[in-house]
């Protein structure tokens, strides 16, 4: 089964998708934050998702930070729209750790959406 990831930002959200199996995280594309319900409809109708993960935002004490409730909203309305299961995992340091990895200069954010599903990922696996 393949997986949408999600790394929520306020102007811009990073996606990856993963293979068939649900082993790999491949980043896809960055989006403009007002138009991600549009292109997820495109991307439903492309791709055989069956589930969505998106990066939990909290704070590095595990305590909400100012964007924890906006990113649960987000997965609700995501979870609606879609029918697809959401799940949650958190996306600590996801940027840091794209940066480091990615080669070309500029926005990272379907990198960092990459990490977070290779996490969720990993974690399905044990």
């Avoid at 292109?39 to 305590?63: F, K």
């Amino acid at each position: 089964m393949k997986y949408l990831g999600i790394d929520y930002g306020t102007k811009r959200i990073g996606l990856a998708l993963s293979d068939e199996d649900g082993s790999f995280a491949f980043p896809r594309e960055i989006v403009a934050t007002d138009t991600l319900f549009e292109y997820l409809d495109t991307l439903m109708d492309e791709e055989e998702v069956g589930g969505i993960v998106i990066g939990e935002s909290l704070a590095t004490n595990g305590q909400q930070n100012e964007l924890a409730e906006t990113i649960q909203i987000l997965g609700k309305k995501i979870e609606e729209k879609t029918g697809k299961q959401v799940f949650f995992i958190r996306e600590d340091f996801s940027s840091v750790e794209a940066h480091r990895y990615q080669t070309k200069a500029g926005a990272r954010d379907d990198s960092a959406a990459a990490i977070i599903l290779q996490r969720f990922l990993d974690k399905q696996k044990k």
